[in-house]
């Protein structure tokens, strides 16, 4: 009696989770005839107007700039930060060095660049833990209010908004 029993149960489960599998697959198909294809406008880009961005992307890479603050050639525009005083471009590894001269720094401590322009001094409860840390201290380094030349001019050949 129990056999016949289980048998009847497991013949249940089994068609049950059948029809879900069933269920689901319908509803997968369905969802797919359903949407329909979306317009993107990047795909259909002039031809000319791509060519001619590119060239002046590599016109703006090619150009000589010095750092204001080592004198070495600057090789990678997009990585760095506008100087304080003339706004011109320099070496982020110039500006952290600039900061890390003007701080002290006290038991597991440390400066990082936080976003927008601005140095933190932070520190870590557990030096070991670099997830968990508190900002101590936020260095304006560079000015919200003015846009620098030199970024804007990039920007608006890397930004894909109209």
């Known amino acids: 009696m129990d056999r016949h029993r289980n048998r009847k149960r497991n013949n249940n ?10 269920n689901l697959q319908n509803q997968k198909i369905n969802s797919v005839e359903r949407r329909q294809p979306q317009f993107n406008p990047n795909n259909y880009e002039d031809e000319a107007a791509n060519k001619e961005r590119l060239k002046a992307i590599e016109e703006i890479k090619s150009r000589q700039i010095i750092c204001p603050k080592c004198n070495q050639p600057i090789t990678d525009i997009t990585s760095c930060l506008a100087d304080k005083s003339t706004n011109s471009p320099i070496h982020f590894e110039c500006a952290l060095n600039d900061v890390s001269k003007n701080e002290k720094l006290g038991e ?11 140095f933190g001094i932070l520190y870590y409860e557990n030096p070991r833990d670099q997830r968990h840390f508190t900002i101590k201290k936020i260095i304006e380094w560079e000015d919200r209010d003015t846009k620098s030349e030199w970024r804007g001019e990039l920007s608006e050949l890397y930004s894909k908004v109209n």
Not at 13 to 22: A, E, F, T
Not at 108 to 118: T, V
């Open 13 to 22: 489960w089994k068609n049950n989770q059948q029809n879900q599998r069933n």
């Open 108 to 118: 597991n401590e440390k400066i990082a660049y936080i976003g927008q322009g601005r």
